[in-house]
C-alpha cells in the first residue's frame, strides 16, 4: 500500500506533530488565543507507529517560538514543534515544561485575586519525578496538573 | 543595626529569612522594654481593612499610635465608596501609595496582598489576605516563644486542635523550620495538616511525629500551641465527641517542664479550661499583647533605614 500523507503538507508555517489524541482541541483554543487570525488545519486521531493515535495541528504562516510552545508543554508534554519554510523542515522542537506560565491557565482557585483582576495569572511549575505541581504566585496554593483541564 | 527590611514588603512568612525573623524578633523586644518609641513620626500609615477584623487592625493601629506615627484607612471596605464605584483593587492600592508612607491591608481574597506590592510604590504589610498568610500573627507568635523560652532553636512545640484551615499553624510551622524544632501534631483526621505542608517539612528534613495521645507528650513540650476546632466544620455529635478530646486542663499539665508555655491565637472558645489561665504555664494573653510590640517592631524597621536602641 503507498504510503500517503494524512495531512497535506505546507509552504511556511508550524507543525505540532505527536499530540496525544484528544488535547488537540485545547492546544488550538490556545492558539487562536495567541493569534485569533491563524489559519489551522487540524488532524485528530490519525495513526501514529509511536503513539498509537495522535493529533496534529498545522499553522500557516505562522512561526511558533519556544516559549510558547513550552506553555503548552502540559498539554502535550512529548509533542514535537516543525517549523517550516519552502515546504522545509528548518527547525525541529520538542515542548519542555517551563518554570513559570503566565496568563496561560486560570488559577483553580476561585477565590483568588487573579481571578477578580484585571492580571495575568503567574503559575510556577514543579516537577518531582513524574508528578507535575503548579503554584500560584499570588494566593500561593499548590495544585495538581491535572486540575488544569483547559487553557483560557 | 543593618536593616534589610527597610522599605520592605511584608506579605508572606516564607518571604522573610531566618535572619529577617531575628531582626524582628530582637526590635520587639527593644521595643516592649524601651520607655517609649518614637519610630514613626511624621509618617502616615494607611490601615486599609477590606473586610473587617477588629483585633488585628486596633493592634496595627495602636502600634502607629505608639509610635507617634498618624493613621488613615477604613475598617470595613463596605462602608468606603472604594468599592461602591466598581474600582479595581490595584488602582484603588495606586491611589492610597500616592497618600501614605505604607499600607497595611487586610483582604478577604487570597493573593490580595501581593497584587498590591506590585502596583504600590510603598511597602504593603499584609494583615490577611483570605485563607492564605497573615504573616503578623506568626511574627508575634514567634516573638512570645522566643520572649517565653529565651530561644527559638531545638525546642519541641507541640500543635493542637485544627491545624488543617488554620493559617496561624501553617505559617508558624514554616517559620519555625528554619530554627531546627521539632514538631509534636495532635489533630482528629479530618482536621490534620495539608499534604503539601507535610512535604514541605519532609524536604527540609524537619523532625515532626503526629501523635493520638495529647498527654503523654506534654512532659516533652517546650510549647504548647492551642487552636480552636472550629463548630461548623461537624455536625453536632461528633463536633462534641473530637473537641472534648482536644480540651487542655489543669490536670493534664502536672508533668509539664517549669519553662513550659501555652500560646493561643485567640479566641478561645472552650479548648482550654479557665482553670489553666490561673497556672505559670498560660501566656495566651501576654501572646496577644506581644502583637502590638510585634507589629510596632515591623513597622519601625519597615519605614526607617536604621532602627537605633533608644
Known amino acids: 500500500m503507498p504510503s500517503k500523507m494524512q495531512v497535506e503538507a505546507i509552504n511556511r508555517g508550524t507543525v505540532i506533530d505527536h499530540i496525544p489524541a484528544g488535547q488537540g ?4 483554543n490556545r492558539l487562536q488565543l495567541l493569534d485569533n487570525q491563524v489559519r489551522l488545519t ?3 486521531n490519525l495513526s501514529s507507529g509511536l503513539d498509537g493515535q495522535k493529533d496534529l495541528i498545522k499553522v500557516d504562516d505562522w512561526l511558533m517560538t519556544e516559549s510558547e510552545a513550552n506553555e503548552l508543554a502540559l ?25 513559570e506560565l503566565i496568563g496561560v491557565f486560570k488559577c483553580p482557585n476561585s477565590n483568588c485575586i487573579s481571578n477578580s483582576e484585571p492580571i495575568h495569572s503567574k503559575l510556577s511549575v514543579k516537577v518531582n519525578q513524574d508528578r507535575v505541581q503548579l503554584k500560584c504566585h499570588y494566593c500561593e496554593k499548590i495544585f495538581s496538573k491535572e486540575l488544569f483541564p483547559e487553557a483560557y | 543595626m543593618n536593616n534589610p527590611l527597610y522599605r520592605k514588603h511584608i506579605l508572606s512568612i516564607s518571604d522573610l529569612s531566618r535572619s529577617d525573623l531575628e531582626l524582628i524578633i530582637q526590635t520587639a523586644a527593644i521595643i516592649k522594654h524601651s520607655e517609649q518609641s518614637r519610630f514613626l513620626e511624621n509618617k502616615v500609615v494607611a490601615s486599609c481593612f477590606f473586610e473587617a477584623s477588629t483585633r488585628t487592625r486596633l493592634s496595627f493601629e495602636t502600634a502607629i499610635h505608639r509610635q507617634g506615627g498618624s493613621v488613615i484607612g477604613f475598617a470595613d471596605s463596605g462602608s468606603t ?11 484603588s492600592i495606586k491611589m492610597l501609595s500616592g497618600y501614605a508612607d505604607a499600607i497595611i491591608m487586610r483582604h478577604p481574597q487570597e493573593g490580595a496582598a501581593r497584587l498590591a506590592s506590585e502596583v504600590s510604590n510603598k511597602p504593603v504589610i499584609n494583615g490577611g489576605d483570605g485563607s492564605n498568610q497573615h504573616p503578623t500573627q506568626t511574627l508575634l507568635d514567634l516573638f512570645t516563644i522566643h520572649e517565653c523560652q529565651q530561644r527559638l532553636d531545638n525546642l519541641t512545640i ?3 486542635g485544627d491545624l488543617k484551615y488554620g493559617r496561624t499553624v501553617h505559617s508558624l510551622v514554616q517559620a519555625l523550620s528554619h530554627f531546627h524544632c521539632h514538631f509534636n501534631f495532635v489533630a ?6 495539608p499534604e503539601y505542608l507535610l512535604e514541605e517539612l519532609e524536604e527540609k528534613n524537619v523532625s515532626f511525629k503526629r501523635v493520638e495521645a495529647f498527654e503523654a507528650v506534654i512532659p516533652e513540650t517546650d510549647i504548647i500551641y492551642m487552636t480552636r476546632v472550629q463548630k461548623e466544620r461537624f455536625d453536632p455529635t461528633e463536633y462534641m465527641h473530637i473537641a472534648s478530646q482536644y480540651v487542655l486542663n489543669v490536670s493534664m499539665l502536672q508533668q509539664a517542664k517549669d519553662s513550659m508555655r ?9 479548648e482550654i479550661e479557665l482553670s489553666v489561665d490561673e497556672t505559670p504555664y498560660a501566656y495566651y494573653f501576654e501572646q496577644a499583647k506581644n502583637g502590638v510590640y510585634a507589629r510596632q517592631a515591623l513597622l519601625a524597621l519597615v519605614l526607617n533605614e536604621t532602627v537605633e536602641e533608644t
Do not use: C, Q, W
Open chain 1, 25 to 28: 482541541l485545547k492546544i488550538v
Open chain 1, 42 to 44: 487540524v488532524g485528530f
Open chain 1, 75 to 99: 498539554l502535550a508534554p512529548n509533542a514535537t514543534i516543525n517549523i517550516i519554510e519552502d515546504y522545509n523542515v528548518v527547525s525541529k522542537f520538542k515542548m519542555a515544561i517551563p518554570k
Open chain 2, 81 to 91: 465608596s472604594l468599592a461602591k464605584k466598581g474600582e479595581t483593587l490595584s488602582d
Open chain 2, 158 to 160: 507541640t500543635f493542637v
Open chain 2, 188 to 193: 482528629p483526621d479530618a482536621l490534620y495538616l
Open chain 2, 262 to 270: 501555652i500560646l493561643h491565637p485567640l479566641p478561645r472558645v472552650d
